[in-house]
């Protein structure tokens, strides 16, 4: 995995949250090129119903400051992990309001004709 494969990830990831922040689940399609998990109704109802349990508002942006307690240092860290030689995986711990949610977004991404594939694999909570 090289560097300009990360920032195609990360890039790829604050799409993803400027999409869930503004609550415009049916645009997540847009934002990868394959959906693993498709049915944007259903991860509306499912990430939103974290959201409301929780007395959460909105997801974050990405690079938003978190408020921790107790306080301790995050730094939006994107989780990387090679799979294969073809393929890589990307988690980001969501939050709102600068607290940790409890869920973490999972995307995949795979080498094909030169490029690399962008695929949103899931919304899974932690």
Same mark, same amino acid.
């Given at each position: 995995?090289? =560097?300009?494969?990360?920032? /195609?990830? /990360?890039? *790829?990831?604050?799409? /993803?949250?400027? &999409?869930?922040? =503004?609550? @415009?689940?049916?645009?997540?399609?847009?934002? &990868?090129?394959?959906?693993?998990?498709?049915? *944007?109704? =259903?991860? @509306? =109802?499912? &990430?939103?119903?974290t959201l409301d349990m929780n007395g959460f508002d909105a997801f974050d942006e990405y690079d938003v400051p978190c408020n921790f307690h107790p306080q301790y240092e995050y730094h939006h860290e994107v989780e990387f992990y090679e799979k294969s030689p073809e393929s890589f995986e990307a988690n980001y711990e969501l939050t709102s309001g600068g607290e940790l949610v409890d869920l973490c977004l999972q995307l995949r991404f795979l080498y094909s004709e030169g490029k690399v594939k962008r695929i949103f694999h899931m919304i899974d909570p932690m």
């Amino acid at each position: 995995m090289t =560097e300009q494969d990360k920032k /195609i990830a /990360i890039q *790829t990831i604050k799409d /993803i949250l400027h &999409v869930l922040h =503004e609550k @415009r689940y049916e645009d997540l399609p847009s934002c &990868v090129d394959e959906m693993d998990w498709d049915d *944007t109704e =259903e991860i @509306r =109802e499912c &990430v939103q119903g974290t959201l409301d349990m929780n007395g959460f508002d909105a997801f974050d942006e990405y690079d938003v400051p978190c408020n921790f307690h107790p306080q301790y240092e995050y730094h939006h860290e994107v989780e990387f992990y090679e799979k294969s030689p073809e393929s890589f995986e990307a988690n980001y711990e969501l939050t709102s309001g600068g607290e940790l949610v409890d869920l973490c977004l999972q995307l995949r991404f795979l080498y094909s004709e030169g490029k690399v594939k962008r695929i949103f694999h899931m919304i899974d909570p932690m």
